[in-house]
Nanobody, 125 residues
Framework: VQLQASGGGLVQPGGSLRLSCAAS????????MAWFRRAPGKERELVAT????????SYGDSVKGRFTISKDTTSDTAYLQMNSLKFEDTAVYYC???????????????????WGQGTQVTVSS
């Protein structure tokens, strides 16, 4: 399975973007999904997670109330809807997938066995 992230771009503060993560090679219906991001000079940060059924989302504190993660099991695509974007949301965003229990391990980078290539989001006026 390969993951392909897309949808990044340049947006003004307060704007919105929707990122997509599509799977190819096989279905990833059984995979829990996540979005991470890496801002310049910073470590990779967890943004959001969702379980294999597309339920039970969780979010990093910096994006709660602004971002929404979803998973469409019929199209094998995960999404990250980003609203009220801020300068500090500028980063490369990565989607990731993992099988196994959807427990506290889902917050760890090492839990994820598949990664997309990243898509750049730039928030600038």
């Amino acid at each position: 399975v390969q993951l392909q992230a897309s949808g990044g771009g340049l947006v003004q503060p307060g704007g919105s973007l929707r990122l997509s993560c599509a799977a190819s090679g096989r279905t990833f219906n059984a995979f829990n999904m996540a979005w991470f991001r890496r801002a310049p000079g910073k470590e990779r940060e967890l943004v959001a997670t969702i379980n294999w059924r597309g339920a039970d989302p969780s979010y990093g504190d910096s994006v709660k109330g602004r971002f929404t993660i979803s998973k469409d099991t019929t199209s094998d695509t995960a999404y990250l809807q980003m609203n009220s974007l801020k300068f500090e949301d500028t980063a490369v965003y990565y989607c990731a997938a993992a099988r196994g229990p959807y427990g506290t391990d889902r917050y760890r980078i090492g839990y994820y066995e598949l990664w997309g290539q990243g898509t750049q989001v730039t928030v600038s006026s």
